[in-house]
């Protein structure tokens, strides 16, 4: 927890305001919330699948990166320089098998966040439309305060609705502290 603290104390300093705010939405009590615009940036780069345009986004930003929605001490920290080296990381283990996930930023970025969700997704603030049996913790990591926008891809028929693929953008004001892939797991 301590290590998670750092983190986000590190994020905090190391973020810069994204100025302005993206799409906005009404909660359940009908008030506007708006999210950062990087996240549109960011998601627009995914979409397309273009590594270097996402890199860009990041502009000094220092993120931590989930490959699942169980948010742990593993997770590691990004910024610009290391998501341009070919420095191979350790992202998690895989569920099921536990073997380790060790894949470079570019890597990660071409497995875990390069989809269509733009075109195909599906938007939420401070709620996931897309969950499986991995829970989503970042409540029990972050600091009261701290919102998050989903960006889902729902399952299809084809495969009982079990490849859907979520990402979810942690921020707190117009600093955005992580990025978190979800997709359904064993």
């Given at each position: 927890m301590?290590?998670?603290?750092f983190?986000?104390?590190?994020?905090?300093?190391s973020c810069?305001?994204a100025?302005g705010?993206?799409?906005?939405?009404?909660?359940?009590k009908?008030k506007?919330r708006?999210?950062?615009?990087?996240?549109?940036?960011m998601?627009?780069?995914?979409?397309?699948?273009?590594?270097?345009?996402?890199?860009?986004t990041?502009?000094?930003?220092?993120?931590?990166?989930?490959?699942?929605?169980y948010?742990?001490?593993?997770?590691?920290?990004?910024?610009?320089a290391?998501?341009?080296?070919?420095?191979?990381i350790?992202?998690g283990?895989?569920?099921?098998?536990?073997r380790?996930?060790?894949?470079?930023?570019?890597?990660f970025?071409d497995?875990?966040l390069?989809?269509?969700?733009?075109?195909?997704?599906r938007?939420?603030?401070?709620?996931?439309?897309?969950?499986?049996?991995?829970?989503?913790n970042?409540r029990?990591?972050?600091?009261?305060?701290?919102?998050?926008?989903?960006?889902?891809?729902p399952?299809?028929?084809k495969?009982?609705?079990l490849?859907?693929?979520?990402?979810?953008?942690?921020f707190?004001?117009?600093?955005?502290l992580?990025?978190?892939?979800?997709?359904?797991?064993?």
């Amino acid at each position: 927890m301590r290590y998670l603290t750092f983190v986000v104390a590190l994020g905090l300093l190391s973020c810069s305001s994204a100025g302005g705010g993206g799409t906005v939405s009404s909660d359940e009590k009908g008030k506007s919330r708006s999210y950062p615009s990087v996240i549109d940036s960011m998601v627009s780069a995914m979409s397309r699948g273009d590594f270097d345009a996402f890199v860009r986004t990041l502009d000094g930003r220092k993120l931590l990166f989930s490959v699942d929605a169980y948010i742990d001490d593993i997770d590691p920290v990004v910024d610009s320089a290391l998501s341009v080296s070919d420095r191979v990381i350790l992202w998690g283990y895989e569920p099921g098998s536990g073997r380790p996930i060790r894949l470079t930023f570019r890597e990660f970025f071409d497995r875990y966040l390069s989809h269509p969700y733009a075109e195909k997704g599906r938007v939420s603030i401070d709620s996931t439309l897309c969950t499986g049996n991995t829970p989503f913790n970042f409540r029990d990591v972050f600091d009261r305060g701290v919102h998050f926008v989903e960006f889902c891809i729902p399952g299809t028929e084809k495969y009982g609705h079990l490849d859907w693929h979520a990402v979810r953008f942690i921020f707190v004001g117009d600093s955005l502290l992580a990025v978190v892939h979800d997709s359904w797991s064993p």
